[in-house]
T-cell receptor, first 115, second 115 residues
Framework: AQSVAQPEDQVNVAEGNPLTVKCTYSVSGNPYLFWYVQYPNRGLQFLLK??????LVKGSYGFEAEFNKSQTSFHLKKPSALVSDSALYFCAVRPGSSNTGKLIFGQGTTLQVKP | ETGVTQTPRHLVMGMTNKKSLKCEQH?????MYWYKQSAKKPLELMFV???????ENNSVPSRFSPECPNSSHLFLHLHTLQPEDSALYLC??????????????FGPGTRLTVL
């Protein structure tokens, strides 16, 4: 079965510290991976995606993600967290077999950045 | 977020009512999507339309009836809903869903409460 797992419901980090939000996936074929962020009462905003190439992908708002094929992971990272980064983060994978644009989402991780 | 708009933002309806959700995208995209977001659950893809044609129906109950009159507009007609249908309904659009590099952009959602 094709799936995405975000093992942490919530991640707490102090402002200025590095942050990591974890994501692992299971798909047949090549994985196409995405990160989205959702602020309260808002829709999802695209952060970054991995299609092919460099394992370190840079995205919006200073976020980056590292693709690790052997560990089937795509963790989201930021060197220095801001209070304004506090939000709900979703990892998603597009199965290589899909030609309809279907994405499979993880259950989301709440990031709380304390001042 | 103004690229994809959704109305209404909030909707309360009884189980015998009929209502419709509207989505409009201003990005010139060809595909549109409906997702359901329930608390503590991953986003669930409901329907996909590409060039006005439905390409994905994720086993959605018939009390949800989508309509896509053109590539810029998407409706979700609701009738005889159940309280468990209360959720945030998100609309998204993308340029070319058949390409793996395709990225979906989301609207702010409609918060639906079924009494």
């Amino acid at each position: 079965a094709q799936s995405v797992a975000q093992p942490e419901d919530q991640v707490n980090v102090a402002e200025g510290n590095p942050l990591t939000v974890k994501c692992t996936y299971s798909v047949s074929g090549n994985p196409y991976l995405f990160w989205y962020v959702q602020y309260p009462n808002r829709g999802l905003q695209f952060l970054l995606k991995y299609i092919t190439g460099d394992n370190l992908v840079k995205g919006s708002y200073g976020f980056e993600a590292e693709f690790n094929k052997s560990q089937t992971s795509f963790h989201l990272k930021k060197p220095s967290a801001l209070v304004s980064d506090s939000a709900l983060y979703f990892c998603a994978v597009r199965p290589g077999s899909s030609n309809t644009g279907k994405l499979i989402f993880g259950q989301g991780t709440t990031l709380q950045v304390k001042p | 977020e103004t690229g994809v708009t959704q109305t209404p933002r909030h909707l309360v309806m009884g189980m015998t009512n009929k209502k419709s959700l509207k989505c409009e995208q201003h990005l010139g995209h060809n595909a549109m999507y409906w997702y359901k977001q329930s608390a503590k659950k991953p986003l669930e893809l409901m329907f996909v339309y590409n060039f006005k044609e439905q390409t994905e129906n994720n086993s959605v109950p018939s009390r949800f009836s989508p309509e896509c009159p053109n590539s810029s507009h998407l409706f979700l007609h609701l009738h005889t809903l159940q309280p468990e249908d209360s959720a945030l309904y998100l609309c998204a659009s993308s340029q070319t869903p058949t390409q793996f590099t395709d990225t979906q952009y989301f609207g702010p959602g409609t918060r639906l409460t079924v009494l």
